[in-house]
Protein backbone atom coordinates (compact mmCIF):
# COMPACT_ATOMS: atom_id res chain seq x y z
CA UNK A 1 0.00 0.00 0.00
CA UNK A 2 1.23 3.41 -0.95
CA UNK A 3 1.97 6.24 1.17
CA UNK A 4 0.20 9.44 -0.17
CA UNK A 5 1.83 12.31 -0.04
CA UNK A 6 0.79 16.04 -1.07
CA UNK A 7 3.19 18.87 -1.84
CA UNK A 8 3.10 22.18 -1.31
CA UNK A 9 5.02 25.03 -2.46
CA UNK A 10 4.93 28.07 -4.20
CA UNK A 11 8.35 27.18 -6.54
CA UNK A 12 7.28 25.05 -9.29
CA UNK A 13 10.87 23.62 -9.27
CA UNK A 14 10.83 22.59 -6.27
CA UNK A 15 7.38 20.94 -6.18
CA UNK A 16 8.55 19.44 -9.44
CA UNK A 17 11.68 17.82 -7.63
CA UNK A 18 10.26 16.70 -4.88
CA UNK A 19 7.43 14.83 -6.97
CA UNK A 20 10.34 13.49 -9.40
CA UNK A 21 11.96 12.19 -5.67
CA UNK A 22 8.95 10.57 -3.96
CA UNK A 23 7.06 9.14 -7.08
CA UNK A 24 10.39 7.00 -8.04
CA UNK A 25 9.88 4.83 -4.92
CA UNK A 26 7.33 1.67 -5.05
CA UNK A 27 5.89 2.64 -1.88
CA UNK A 28 5.17 6.65 -2.01
CA UNK A 29 2.78 8.44 -4.41
CA UNK A 30 2.23 12.21 -4.52
CA UNK A 31 -1.26 12.51 -4.96
CA UNK A 32 -1.49 16.27 -5.47
CA UNK A 33 0.20 19.85 -5.47
CA UNK A 34 -0.26 23.20 -4.05
CA UNK A 35 1.15 26.44 -4.69
CA UNK A 36 -0.59 28.50 -1.38
CA UNK A 37 -1.53 27.55 2.10
CA UNK A 38 -5.04 28.43 0.94
CA UNK A 39 -5.31 25.70 -1.18
CA UNK A 40 -4.19 22.88 1.48
CA UNK A 41 -7.49 22.15 3.28
CA UNK A 42 -9.95 21.25 0.52
CA UNK A 43 -7.40 19.33 -0.99
CA UNK A 44 -6.52 17.12 1.79
CA UNK A 45 -10.28 16.81 2.41
CA UNK A 46 -10.30 15.86 -1.09
CA UNK A 47 -7.31 13.76 -1.50
CA UNK A 48 -6.72 13.05 2.03
CA UNK A 49 -2.71 12.59 1.80
CA UNK A 50 -0.81 10.72 4.99
CA UNK A 51 2.08 13.22 4.40
CA UNK A 52 1.89 17.01 3.49
CA UNK A 53 5.49 18.35 2.30
CA UNK A 54 4.73 22.22 3.70
CA UNK A 55 6.64 24.76 2.48
CA UNK A 56 6.71 27.31 5.13
CA UNK A 57 6.88 30.50 3.03
CA UNK A 58 4.49 31.46 1.41
CA UNK A 59 2.55 34.80 0.11
CA UNK A 60 -0.87 34.27 1.05
CA UNK A 61 -1.11 31.99 3.57
CA UNK A 62 2.21 30.34 4.68
CA UNK A 63 3.09 27.06 6.38
CA UNK A 64 2.20 27.72 9.78
CA UNK A 65 -1.02 28.90 9.26
CA UNK A 66 -1.91 25.99 6.99
CA UNK A 67 -0.47 23.64 9.34
CA UNK A 68 -2.89 25.24 12.19
CA UNK A 69 -5.68 24.64 9.92
CA UNK A 70 -5.36 21.50 9.25
CA UNK A 71 -4.94 20.10 12.72
CA UNK A 72 -8.34 22.02 13.72
CA UNK A 73 -10.11 20.74 10.82
CA UNK A 74 -9.52 16.74 11.46
CA UNK A 75 -9.42 14.91 14.67
CA UNK A 76 -6.97 12.82 12.28
CA UNK A 77 -4.94 15.19 9.87
CA UNK A 78 -2.15 13.97 7.87
CA UNK A 79 1.45 14.36 9.12
CA UNK A 80 2.98 17.61 8.26
CA UNK A 81 6.46 17.79 7.12
CA UNK A 82 7.87 21.48 6.45
CA UNK A 83 9.83 22.44 3.94
CA UNK A 84 12.51 24.95 4.28
CA UNK A 85 15.74 27.07 2.77
CA UNK A 86 17.67 27.81 6.45
CA UNK A 87 16.88 25.52 9.56
CA UNK A 88 17.88 28.49 12.27
CA UNK A 89 14.43 30.51 10.96
CA UNK A 90 11.78 31.84 13.18
CA UNK A 91 9.09 30.46 10.92
CA UNK A 92 10.31 26.58 11.31
CA UNK A 93 10.00 26.92 14.87
CA UNK A 94 6.47 28.36 14.86
CA UNK A 95 5.81 25.80 12.25
CA UNK A 96 6.52 23.33 14.54
CA UNK A 97 5.09 24.80 17.25
CA UNK A 98 1.77 24.88 14.94
CA UNK A 99 2.12 20.68 14.95
CA UNK A 100 4.33 19.91 12.38
CA UNK A 101 6.08 16.58 12.70
CA UNK A 102 9.51 17.95 11.73
CA UNK A 103 11.41 20.06 9.09
CA UNK A 104 13.36 19.24 5.61
CA UNK A 105 16.25 21.02 3.82
CA UNK A 106 15.45 22.11 0.55
CA UNK A 107 18.90 21.00 0.10
CA UNK A 108 18.35 17.35 1.47
CA UNK A 109 19.25 14.61 -1.01
CA UNK A 110 16.94 12.24 -2.68
CA UNK A 111 17.33 9.56 0.09
CA UNK A 112 16.94 11.97 2.64
CA UNK A 113 13.82 13.37 1.49
CA UNK A 114 12.70 9.53 1.13
CA UNK A 115 13.43 8.76 4.96
CA UNK A 116 11.92 11.82 6.35
CA UNK A 117 8.76 11.12 4.26
CA UNK A 118 8.54 7.36 5.55
CA UNK A 119 9.35 8.72 9.16
CA UNK A 120 6.26 10.69 9.96
CA UNK A 121 4.43 9.09 7.27
CA UNK A 122 4.83 6.00 10.31
CA UNK A 123 4.12 8.16 13.03
CA UNK A 124 7.35 8.97 14.12
CA UNK A 125 8.64 12.57 14.21
CA UNK A 126 11.70 14.02 12.61
CA UNK A 127 13.54 15.79 15.61
CA UNK A 128 16.77 17.22 15.04
CA UNK A 129 17.64 17.64 18.62
CA UNK A 130 20.53 20.39 18.59
CA UNK A 131 18.13 22.40 15.57
CA UNK A 132 15.58 21.92 18.15
CA UNK A 133 17.50 23.33 21.15
CA UNK A 134 18.65 26.51 18.66
CA UNK A 135 15.67 27.12 17.43
CA UNK A 136 14.07 26.90 21.27
CA UNK A 137 17.11 29.32 22.39
CA UNK A 138 16.02 31.86 20.32
CA UNK A 139 12.48 31.87 19.39
CA UNK A 140 10.91 30.19 22.55
CA UNK A 141 9.03 31.61 25.14
CA UNK A 142 10.01 31.08 28.79
CA UNK A 143 8.50 30.06 31.73
CA UNK A 144 5.11 28.35 31.53
CA UNK A 145 3.68 25.78 33.71
CA UNK A 146 2.75 23.06 31.62
CA UNK A 147 5.22 20.34 32.97
CA UNK A 148 3.74 20.97 36.31
CA UNK A 149 -0.19 20.52 35.00
CA UNK A 150 0.95 17.35 33.60
CA UNK A 151 2.02 15.92 36.58
CA UNK A 152 4.53 13.40 35.03
CA UNK A 153 5.96 10.86 37.36
CA UNK A 154 9.57 10.43 38.11
CA UNK A 155 9.84 7.95 35.16
CA UNK A 156 8.27 10.11 32.45
CA UNK A 157 9.86 12.94 33.18
CA UNK A 158 13.38 10.66 32.97
CA UNK A 159 11.92 9.70 29.67
CA UNK A 160 11.05 13.04 28.58
CA UNK A 161 14.55 14.18 29.40
CA UNK A 162 15.95 11.62 27.35
CA UNK A 163 13.52 12.19 24.39
CA UNK A 164 14.87 15.82 24.17
CA UNK A 165 18.12 14.54 23.48
CA UNK A 166 17.35 12.90 19.82
CA UNK A 167 16.87 9.05 21.06
CA UNK A 168 14.81 6.31 19.74
CA UNK A 169 12.98 3.87 22.25
CA UNK A 170 15.16 1.38 22.08
CA UNK A 171 17.94 3.73 22.83
CA UNK A 172 16.25 5.00 25.96
CA UNK A 173 15.14 1.43 26.92
CA UNK A 174 18.98 0.86 26.87
CA UNK A 175 19.24 3.90 28.83
CA UNK A 176 17.15 2.76 31.33
CA UNK A 177 17.54 -1.23 31.32
CA UNK A 178 13.76 -0.98 30.36
CA UNK A 179 12.00 -2.90 27.79
CA UNK A 180 11.35 -1.31 24.47
CA UNK A 181 7.39 -1.50 25.09
CA UNK A 182 7.70 0.14 28.27
CA UNK A 183 9.63 3.09 27.49
CA UNK A 184 7.03 3.23 24.21
CA UNK A 185 4.23 3.38 27.16
CA UNK A 186 6.00 5.80 28.77
CA UNK A 187 6.38 8.07 25.88
CA UNK A 188 2.70 7.62 24.90
CA UNK A 189 1.71 8.71 28.97
CA UNK A 190 3.82 11.67 28.03
CA UNK A 191 2.39 12.98 25.08
CA UNK A 192 -1.10 12.41 26.81
CA UNK A 193 -0.33 14.01 29.49
CA UNK A 194 1.32 17.22 27.26
CA UNK A 195 -1.80 16.81 24.76
CA UNK A 196 0.68 17.04 22.40
CA UNK A 197 0.80 14.52 19.31
CA UNK A 198 3.90 13.73 19.02
CA UNK A 199 7.92 13.91 20.53
CA UNK A 200 8.79 16.99 18.53
CA UNK A 201 5.80 19.01 20.60
CA UNK A 202 6.89 16.87 23.50
CA UNK A 203 10.56 18.14 23.22
CA UNK A 204 9.10 21.92 22.21
CA UNK A 205 7.33 21.70 26.15
CA UNK A 206 9.65 20.47 27.53
CA UNK A 207 12.08 23.48 26.57
CA UNK A 208 9.66 26.15 26.69
CA UNK A 209 8.78 25.16 30.29
CA UNK A 210 12.05 25.11 31.77
CA UNK A 211 12.24 21.62 32.25
CA UNK A 212 15.22 21.42 29.71
CA UNK A 213 17.13 24.74 29.15
CA UNK A 214 18.07 25.43 25.86
CA UNK A 215 22.27 25.39 25.73
CA UNK A 216 25.00 25.69 22.82
Known amino acids: MSTDVLIVDDDELIRVGLRAIIDAQPDLRVVGEAADGAEVPPLVARLRPRVVLMDVRMPAIDGIQATRLLLAASADPPRVLVVTTFENDEYVYEALRAGASGFLLKRARPAEVVTAVRAVAAGDSLLFPAAIRRLAGAYGSSGGDRLRAARLTEREAEVLRLMTTGLSNTEI ?7 VETVKTHVGNVLAKLGV ?5 AVIAAYESGFVVPTG
Do not use: I, M, N, W
Not at 173 to 179: E, K, N, P
Open 173 to 179: AGQLVVG
Open 197 to 201: RDRTQ
